[in-house]
């Protein structure tokens, strides 16, 4: 993964010392599940017609999905998707 070469190269490099890789590389997973996050929510404001109401939907659900716990799921990609499906049932419920 990205992540792993690019936390790989920062010790390399001198930017992050050794013992700290670990902390690193799942700070960068956390950051790409966000902004994949944001990405897709936006964009499906954008397909019912208000990117404006996307990025506050987004705003909404980023500490609801952060602190209110609920579901979790076994990997990912189960959780983007299942994400993104309550964020549809919203989208449809709002326009």
């Not at 890789?21 to 019912?48: H, K, M, P, Q, W």
């Not at 990117?51 to 959780?79: D, E, N, V």
Request: hydrophobic share 45%; charged share 15%.
């Amino acid at each position: 993964m990205w992540t792993q070469r690019f936390t790989d190269q920062s010790i390399k490099d001198g930017v992050v010392a050794p013992e700290d890789a670990e902390i690193v590389r799942y700070g960068l997973e956390a950051l790409a599940d966000n902004v994949l996050a944001f990405l897709l929510t936006t964009l499906i404001g954008f397909f019912y017609g208000s990117l404006l109401s996307g990025i506050a939907l987004w705003m909404l659900t980023f500490p609801l999905r952060k602190y209110a716990g609920g579901y979790h799921a076994k990997t990912k990609g189960q959780c983007l998707t299942c994400y993104n499906k309550v964020v549809t049932v919203v989208a449809n419920k709002i326009y």
